[in-house]
């Protein structure tokens, strides 16, 4: 991706199985048409601890639908492929969620399950460092797969070179230590992702957490190589009965 395109990447964060059971791939199709760089689907969870009330909220209504990990898989099954998936070939497609489900379904059989499925990284908030380097890195490493993780303004320096170094794919920098869909202030946030890209560090950064429109999406890649939009994102989805022009207007208001 990023070999690609450096600068003003766009990451949209959308739940599997929202706004409605089947919809998952229509808004992935979408997405690509309308000019997303990269998709990040959120698997729908109980107690998302990093997730405000907007995607909280779409996550209890993706699990009211029926959505699971399983279920996820089996959407996603072949979507490379699939000309009735809208040719998803070459968008970088990664999936967000939390370690209890995952352990759940079966650690290596999720990863196994990602690769086969065309998935392309990991962002799992609550997966420790310790336990990433003693066993789960080994086998995401195993199955091709990027791990992202976050960073946020209190994250020290030498722990956030560490994470830079563990991470592949891209670092996630939390523009705020709050949920998502929160409002801060933008100096203390263009001070500290100014600070990240003093470090130096090896990874591109996409900044995420308050990233709701085009004038915050300018801002944040002032700074850094691009932001996730999430909250807005799903809010959107909510105000027209049509999933196609929901996503072509969030994201003409963001790009054009």
């Known amino acids: 991706m990023f070999a690609k395109k450096k600068e003003k990447v766009l990451n949209i964060y959308c739940t599997a199985g929202f706004p409605h059971p089947d919809s998952t791939l229509q808004v992935m199709k979408a997405l690509q048409v ?17 997730d405000g009330p907007v995607i909280q909220h779409s996550s209890t209504i993706a699990i009211a639908n029926g959505m699971t990990i399983a279920k996820l898989f089996e959407e996603l099954k072949g979507f490379r492929k699939s000309s009735s998936a809208g040719n998803l070939s070459g968008i970088p497609v990664i999936l967000m969620g939390y370690m209890n489900p995952v352990l759940q379904y079966g650690f290596e059989k999720f990863c196994a399950d990602a690769s086969a499925a065309g998935i392309d990284g990991l962002i799992l908030p609550d997966l420790p460092i310790y336990e990433f380097e003693s066993e789960y890195g080994a ?55 100014q600070k990240l890209r003093n470090l ?41 009965n049509s999933v196609e022009n929901s996503v072509k207007a969030f994201l003409d208001s963001i790009l054009v």
Do not use: H, W
């Not at 309308?34 to 990093?50: C, F, R, V, W």
């Open 139 to 193: 086998i995401i490493k195993k199955y091709g797969l990027d791990f992202i993780f976050l960073v946020t303004p209190e994250t020290a320096d030498d722990r956030i070179k560490k994470l830079d170094e563990l991470s592949s794919g891209f670092l996630y920098a939390v523009s705020s230590s709050s949920t998502t869909g929160s409002d801060k202030s933008q100096p203390a946030a263009e001070k500290y992702l």
């Open 200 to 240: 130096k560090l090896r990874n591109p950064v996409l900044v995420g957490f308050g990233i709701k429109d085009k004038p915050s999406f300018e801002a944040a890649c002032q700074y850094a190589n691009g932001a996730i939009i999430g909250s807005a994102f799903i809010k959107a989805l909510e105000t027209n």
């Open 34 to 50: 309308n000019g997303a760089d990269m998709i990040e689907i959120g698997m729908p969870y109980s107690d998302p601890l990093a």
